[in-house]
Every structure is written in C-alpha cells, then in structure tokens.
C-alpha cells in the first residue's frame, strides 16, 4: 500500500520548492533543499519515494514536477456533541 500522507518534513521540503522554484524542480534543486534535513543518499530515496507515491511526477530524467498539494490535502473534522 502506498503512503500518501506526507511527514511534516516532507511537506515543508515540498512546499519550499514550490515557494523558491515552482512546480517544475530538478533532482539538484531538491537535493539542494532537502541537505538540511538529510544526507545526499537519503534525499535520493526521497525523491524514489515521494515519485512512487505521486507527490513528484518524473518529466524526464532529472527533473520532475511536483503534485498539486492541495488536491492530496485530506480534512478531519471533530464533531462536538
């Protein structure tokens, strides 16, 4: 089964690309962006991960567009009685 919930990590990694470079990065961009939180191997298995679980979508080789996130966003509501 597919992860599709983003760790908190995760989602501030993507929404920072968006805000610096928009909704098309590179592989380099998201490295670049992810160094503070992972090593270069790890951001590597990140970008495998968040590709098979389509929040990046793979353009070609090394460059990749990211998934709207507000299309991924689930709610939960608290009903109060």
């Not at 098979?52 to 507000?70: D, Q, T």
Request: some cysteine; charged content about 25%.
């Amino acid at each position: 089964m597919k992860q599709t919930i983003l760790s908190a990590k995760q989602s501030e990694l993507l929404e920072n690309l968006i805000m610096h470079h928009g909704l098309i990065v590179t592989s380099g961009q998201i490295i670049e962006a992810a160094k503070s939180d992972w090593d270069y191997k790890q951001a590597k298995n990140l970008i495998t991960k968040l590709t098979k679980n389509g929040w990046l979508v793979r353009i070609k080789r090394g460059l990749y567009a990211i998934s709207e996130l507000s299309n991924r966003v689930f709610c939960r509501f608290r009903l109060i009685s």
